[in-house]
């Protein structure tokens, strides 16, 4: 999961693309990047860490002009370049840069195919990377100079895109000398939404993953770019839109509505709070039907996105609720940090108990998810530290028993707690009295009320189906390999680190 923005209008856009990627920051906190275009002149800033730390006021003052894109990048395992940092650009044909937000599950074969038949250049083993520049080849082949460019030229490269590249990709873009471009993949499993704003100069348009980042600069929502659709937006502002796969199926992952989603997001006609809330109301009720006798004494949530399943729940269970934890918001988000160990060091940092809310009770805990277990076995240490009685926990979610390959760092079935353990196994792994999950039905059942259209949702990580039809064995033999060999080359790399002032050079501000 990443975080994308692009603007096109008739002023300067780097101030409101750098204001959008603080409100997509959740999306991801290791890289940021910001790339703008003045006539054919691109100017590039990326790096490492917060939005905030990579994009200074001397880098703003650099990013001129009235088209531009940003990303905020979460990592994988191993993943810890500058070099992967996003926006990706290349100088032919004309000039084309995209962000990126998924990940492609045929890369492989894809990196083969553009050097040894495409004739292109990679730089990084980024799937980012290989995706522009299967973009940009395809645009290539046309042969149409800048002058002619238009839409059509787009669609058809977008269309040959669709047919060699599979997974999952959320994308916007710039084509120099010509306009701003957005397209989804054919099943539309990660969000990308649009709208427009009008001002005394004219027109804008936005794209961004969430719909919290229009809202907060005042666009108008249009709504969601469809499955397999593109837009292109030219230097006129006229706005082209075509279906560029010959099968589209909206399937949403569901993830998104249980976890990295910002709640005040409305994603395909979902409003994430809402299905939130529903989650709780389902899950409690299956409490009760399983334990009408409970004797829990007190609801606390895992801040923050334990929050929104909590209310209902100790609604349903008529048991007080309670904010038992005190969260350090100066800590990130312990889920989407590069690193077990690093994930452990953090939650302690990250929550504090109010003693007094769980001595001698029973209490049950809430959180959006359960993945790995080390941070709710931590978290249910702390507890009992505090005086627990006895400590369940709630999980809004099923349980997690399969990787994901559309985006999110989950790619080995041993680094699931739930992975062929029953509930009671799981309960003994972290430490916990009881372990209660949601049911996949109850679970899209909740996201589904918001939006009846939806008929299927990207569910991979609980039921083992892969929409794409391409992931078998093999597939994840190749990919914990590569996590293998990424974290021991990020390991040498550290120990090769200059000891002495940060290169803070501005190498990147100018293409």
Wanted: a negative charge; aromatic letters at 8%.
């Amino acid at each position: 999961m990443c975080g994308v923005v692009g603007i096109i209008g008739p002023n300067g856009v780097s101030q409101q693309i750098f204001d959008a990627l603080t409100m997509l920051q959740h999306r991801g906190q290791d890289a940021a990047g910001i790339l703008t275009c003045d006539g054919n002149h691109m100017s590039l800033r990326k790096g490492k860490g917060l939005a905030v730390e990579v994009i200074r006021s001397r880098h703003m003052n650099r990013l001129h002009g009235n088209i531009g894109i940003g990303h905020v990048r979460y990592p994988t395992a191993g993943s810890d370049s500058d070099a992967e940092a996003q926006p990706f650009y290349v100088n032919s044909p004309y000039g084309v840069s995209l962000v990126h937000n998924g990940n492609l599950t045929n890369s492989p074969q894809l990196f083969d195919e553009l050097v040894a038949v495409d004739r292109r250049h990679l730089n990084t083993n980024s799937d980012s990377e290989i995706l522009l520049n299967v973009l940009a080849s395809e645009i290539e082949v046309q042969d149409i100079p800048i002058a002619a460019f238009d839409s059509e030229i787009l669609f058809n490269a977008v269309k040959k895109l669709n047919q060699r590249v599979k997974g999952a990709y959320s994308v916007v873009g710039v084509i120099v000398g010509a306009g701003l471009f957005a397209f989804r993949d054919p099943n539309g499993i990660r969000p990308l939404i649009w709208g427009y704003k009008d001002s005394k100069d004219g027109r804008e348009y936005m794209f961004a993953s969430e719909s919290l980042a229009l809202d907060c600069e005042g666009y108008t929502l249009i709504g969601d770019v469809a499955p397999g659709e593109a837009v292109f937006i030219d230097l006129k502002g006229k706005v082209s839109k075509n279906i560029c796969a010959k099968k589209t199926t909206l399937t949403p992952c569901i993830f998104e509505f249980v976890y990295l989603a910002r709640p005040d997001s409305i994603i395909d006609g979902v409003n994430v709070y809402s299905a939130r809330l529903r989650m709780g109301e389902r899950v409690a009720e299956r409490i009760l039907r399983e334990y009408p006798d409970h004797d829990i004494d007190i609801v606390i949530p895992v801040p923050d996105s334990g929050r929104h399943a909590a209310l209902p729940i100790s609604s349903v269970l008529k048991v007080p609720y309670s904010e038992g934890f005190v969260k350090n918001r100066y800590v990130g988000r312990t889920f989407i940090m590069p690193g077990q160990a690093e994930r452990k060091k953090s939650i302690r940092k990250k929550l504090n108990t109010i003693r007094h809310e769980f001595e001698g009770k029973h209490v049950l805990l809430v959180d959006d998810s359960i993945v790995r277990g080390n941070t709710s076995k931590l978290i249910i240490e702390m507890a009992r530290s505090a005086g627990a009685r006895k400590v369940s926990i709630v999980s809004a979610a099923p349980p997690i028993r399969y990787p994901n390959v559309y985006g999110i760092d989950m790619p080995t079935k041993a680094e699931l707690v739930a992975y062929e353990r029953s509930e009671k196994e799981v309960a003994a792994e972290i430490g916990a009295d009881h372990v209660f999950y949601q049911s996949l039905e109850d679970l899209i059942s909740s996201v589904r009320a918001e939006n009846p259209r939806i008929l299927n949702f990207e569910t991979s990580v609980f039921d083992g189906h892969y929409v794409t039809e391409d992931i078998d064995e093999q597939y994840f033999k190749t990919i914990e390999k590569s996590r293998r060999e990424k974290v021991q080359v990020a390991h040498l790399d550290s120990l090769d680190i200059n000891n002495g002032d940060e290169d803070d050079s501005d190498d990147n501000d100018c293409v």
